[in-house]
């Protein structure tokens, strides 16, 4: 089992960042890919963006690239989710899951593990 638990969500500008960090903890000697997901209200869960276990593979949303980027420290057993010029938009409650493949995935039912979830709420 692994334990997945997000942080760094909250209020922010349109406009502004937020940086987001999934720590895991757990059965974390395996590989796991890793992916960030937000659901709105009234919508379904969608990916955000994914990074394979090595970090040499990434995928991003058409909607939020060139404006997020998502990287881990293996080391620490963490991901992140920098945000940067969010939108309105983009405002969701925003979850990391853990793919027990090595491979970067894109639909929810390809991940084994997810945290409990950050709300992101951008102003405008």
């Known amino acids: 089992q692994v334990q997945l638990v997000e942080s760094g969500g909250g209020l922010v500008q349109a406009g502004g960042s937020l940086r987001l960090s999934c720590a895991a903890s757990g059965r974390t000697d395996s590989n796991y890919a890793m992916g960030w997901f937000r659901q709105a209200p009234g919508k379904e869960r969608e990916i955000v963006a994914a990074i394979s276990w090595s970090g040499r593979s990434t995928y991003y949303a058409e909607s939020v690239k060139g404006r997020f980027t998502i990287s881990r420290d293996n080391a620490k057993n963490t991901v992140y989710l920098q945000m940067n010029s969010l939108k309105p938009e983009d405002a969701a409650v925003y979850y990391c899951?853990?793919?027990?493949?090595?491979?970067?995935?894109?639909?929810?039912?390809?991940?084994?593990?997810w945290g409990q979830g950050t709300q992101v709420t951008v102003s405008s």
């Open positions: 899951a853990a793919d027990r493949t090595v491979l970067v995935h894109t639909t929810p039912r390809a991940y084994d593990y």
